[in-house]
């Protein structure tokens, strides 16, 4: 099973607003990921986890808040976001966060900031 | 520094046609891992081949095959008999051995017509 579940599939909130985005892996993964992707760009990576650690932050504004609970899940806290932040939300997971690894990506959240 | 490049940016093609994709890569390790991604408009990513970079052996999937050419720094993807399902955004991708993140192609869109 090569599953990545994330939830909510869409997301509209104010910029006052908190809100978390939820992602889940069963394939026993250590590394997790999340990336931005603005529309007819590619995905662009925020932050990734290994063994449960935060291992890169791509200099991502404190807005956006990771949480990894444990192995199988991530959380993306979301807070005073502004509407350049509407994008999907990907999150990905691989065996470990070598660089040989594929990463497994979830169907993303499309999130609309208003 | 890691680059990929994929400069065909949207391609039409008639169903049954055979497609190639270009990507050609940058980068100064030896060790390297290529990988192609399918995107199609519900949004996931979705994973379909990892090449590294000491093997060159082409590769065929059913319809899908790759042309790995360190030589040329290419890495190609070749749709034969297209179907209307292959229409999609499609990313190369490369990774380097050492813990460094996935860098992405622009990503070319294929639009399969019936």
């Known amino acids: 099973d090569t599953e990545v579940t994330q939830t909510p599939k869409h997301l509209v909130m104010g910029m006052t607003n908190k809100k978390s985005l939820k992602c889940e892996q069963h394939?026993?993964?250590?590394?997790m990921y999340w990336y931005k992707q603005k529309a007819k760009k590619p995905p662009e990576l925020m932050f990734v986890?290994?063994?449960?650690?935060?291992?890169i932050n791509e200099s991502v504004p404190s807005r956006f808040s990771p949480e990894c609970p444990n192995s199988s899940l991530l959380n993306l806290h979301l807070h005073a976001l502004q509407p350049e932040d509407s994008a999907l939300y990907l999150c990905?997971?691989?065996?470990?966060?070598?660089?040989?690894?594929?990463?497994?990506f979830g169907p993303g959240t499309r999130l609309t900031v208003t | 520094a890691q680059k990929v490049t994929q400069a065909q940016t949207e391609i039409s093609v008639v169903e049954k046609e055979d497609v190639t994709l270009d990507c050609v890569y940058e980068?100064?390790?030896?060790?390297?891992?290529l990988f192609w991604y399918k995107q199609p408009p519900s949004g996931e990513l979705v994973f379909l081949i990892r090449?590294?970079?000491?093997?060159?052996q082409n590769e065929i999937s059913g319809r899908y095959s790759w042309n790995f050419q360190k030589s040329t720094s290419s890495f190609n993807f070749t749709i034969t008999a297209s179907q209307v399902v292959d229409s999609a955004v499609y990313f190369c991708?490369?990774?380097?051995?050492?813990?460094?993140?996935?860098?992405f192609g622009k990503g070319t869109r294929l639009s399969v017509i019936a």
């Open positions: 990905a997971s691989s065996q470990v966060s070598d660089g040989g690894y594929e990463q497994y």
């Open positions: 394939m026993g993964h250590r590394a």
């Open positions: 986890y290994s063994y449960e650690k935060l291992s």
């Open positions: 980068t100064r390790d030896t060790t390297y891992y």
């Open positions: 090449r590294n970079s000491f093997d060159e």
């Open positions: 991708a490369l990774s380097e051995a050492r813990n460094t993140p996935l860098v």
